[in-house]
């Protein structure tokens, strides 16, 4: 969904090149590392080109999250049961979060984050009401689906942990409780597959909502 940009030219300054040079700079490093100076350095002008042609900092990273919320779009739903398709949105939502998760991050920190996520909770109100639920229960399911993304999204957003830190896999391997299952040990001695883990939690969530 990432549109390919390329590096301005030195010394040749338009809004579009400010963008783009905007997002390089805050999907390889993150909000925190856009400045004016910068921006100016990487186009190889001076800084009082750039707020001529893409006005201030703070301008220029909205402009960044207008371009992401246009590029994400409406979702829509595919999948011939009510479950499939409710499963798509989820999936769709995931999906572009993880394809861009600093402009996302960014939108948050500008105060815009319900923007990024509003076109899913359309896509899914339509489909919960499609499959006949109304009122508070359709709402529980909504949210329901939401939440379940949104907690995926936050675990596998995490920094990773400091070089030499133990993962709990390797704390599981010291366990020998005979009020747990061994087949279950064995499992939480492996890495999960947070993939797998989301479909099988989605499926697990329709099921019993719809």
Do not use: C
Request: net charge neutral; charged share 20%; hydrophobic share 40%.
């Amino acid at each position: 969904m990432t549109n390919a940009v390329s590096p301005g030219r030195p010394g040749a300054t338009t809004r579009r090149a400010v963008l783009d040079a905007g997002r390089r700079m805050v999907e390889s490093g993150g909000a925190a590392s856009v400045s004016m100076r910068k921006l100016a350095a990487e186009l190889g002008v001076a800084p009082p080109s750039i707020y001529r042609h893409a006005g201030s900092r703070e301008q220029v990273l909205n402009q960044l999250v207008d371009e992401l919320l246009a590029e994400l779009g409406d979702i829509h739903a595919s999948g011939a049961t009510p479950a499939e398709r409710v499963a798509s949105i989820a999936r769709t939502i995931r999906r572009q979060v993880r394809d861009h998760p600093e402009l996302v991050s960014l939108a948050h920190e500008l105060g815009r984050g319900p923007a990024t996520s509003f076109p899913g909770q359309v896509a899914l109100a339509r489909e919960v009401t499609a499959a006949g639920l109304s009122g508070a229960d359709a709402a529980r399911a909504v949210r329901s689906v939401l939440f379940l993304v949104g907690g995926f999204i936050l675990l596998e957003g995490l920094p990773p942990p400091p070089p030499g830190t133990p993962p709990t896999q390797s704390a599981w391997r010291k366990v020998n409780d005979d009020a747990i299952e061994p087949g279950l040990l064995a499992e939480m001695r492996k890495a999960p597959d947070t993939d797998d883990l989301f479909e099988f939690s989605l499926s697990r969530l329709l099921r019993s909502l719809l």
